[in-house]
Nanobody
Framework: QVQLVESGGGLVQAGGSLRLSCVAS????????MGWYRQAPGKQRELVAAFTSGGATNYADSVKGRFTISRDNAKNTVYLQMNSLKPEDTAVYYC????????WGKGTLVTVSS
């Protein structure tokens, strides 16, 4: 079993910034596929940003140029730096990591006010 714990969500005004963190209970050194998803009220969960199996990063078109995913293997942590936030970024943000199977955190709520 792997636990993923997200933090860093909160209420921010449009144009502001937040940094989300996801700490894994096991080393992420060899985890290639790991990233962030979000789910807004009444909508399906969608990919925000992720590290792919090829070692690249993948971003949703809606966040390109505003969000940056990064990782610190020594801290078993993946980050999501979110800048120039918009009200439409409001959602619960989930961390996902693929070890022997996919694991999800419980999410952290991001609310962007206009």
């Amino acid at each position: 079993q792997v636990q993923l714990v997200e933090s860093g969500g909160g209420l921010v005004q449009a144009g502001g910034s937040l940094r989300l963190s996801c700490v894994a209970s096991r080393t992420i050194f060899s985890v290639n596929v790991m990233g962030w998803y979000r789910q807004a009220p009444g909508k399906q969960r969608e990919l925000v940003a992720a590290f792919t199996s090829g070692g690249a990063t993948n971003y949703a078109d809606s966040v390109k140029g505003r969000f940056t995913i990064s990782r610190d293997n020594a801290k078993n942590t993946v980050y999501l730096q979110m800048n120039s936030l918009k009200p439409e970024d409001t959602a619960v943000y989930y961390c996902n990591a693929y070890y022997d199977m996919g694991y999800w955190g419980k999410g952290t709520l991001v609310t962007v006010s206009s």
